[in-house]
């Protein structure tokens, strides 16, 4: 086992992937307890990131994207005026004018009604859209990111979670805000997070999933191992 000279040095090797594996293991495991090890491990993380900005993305496949962006396209076709229109009166010669203006707010209800129905039903497009690839370079998640704080998580394989671990979602809006949080996942599975208030994301933003002590960072920071990372693309419609 190597001995690192100081809590620093220790905190710089697990981030930079210097660690043998029994020796990385024991550091995600005591970080769980030592509150210490974990803040010198999220300075560290940030400290590295340029790193992971000076990454190229992974290539990902032209296919993939192609999927991506006709499921993005299809849309639910809007109501017809004949799906719209209230049945027509056989003899409305015997209507009363108050009948009459009745009907017609009852008609102008309806068409409001399915305007409003089909609104809700049409999908929000995403601004950006991420891959997320491990260290081996395989696809592990999709992330949507729609830009009103939210950000939809597609797994695209199975990954077993340990009971005492998390997974938590990161993005980089900025060098200067650092990465944050936007949320923790529960458990490995399609999912809607909701995060701060961030600004618009961008094309070739970072986006990574880290594994942290239950419940999430305990600094408020990446500290845990990367399951996957990936560059933003804005969807082309």
Known sequence: MTIWQSLTERADAYVL?????GERRRVE??????????RAVGAARDRFIELDLAGPAAPVSTGLWTRIEKGLNATPSPASATDRAP?????DNGVSRWKRLALSSIAASLLFLAVGVYALMRPVEPQVIAILMNDTGEPVVMIEDFGNDTAKVTP????????DRSLQLWTLPTKDMGPVSLGVLDGWQMATVAGP????????????????P?????TGRPTGPILGKGFAKAPRL
């Open 156 to 163: 695209l394989v199975d990954v077993a979670v340990p009971a």
């Open 17 to 21: 992937g210097l660690m043998e594996d």
């Open 29 to 38: 495991e005591e970080m769980g307890t030592d509150e210490a090890l974990a």
């Open 214 to 218: 239950l419940g999430g960072s305990p």
């Open 87 to 91: 049945p027509k009166a056989t003899n």
């Open 197 to 212: 208030a961030l600004p618009s994301p961008q094309e070739a933003q970072l986006y990574e999933i880290t594994v942290e």
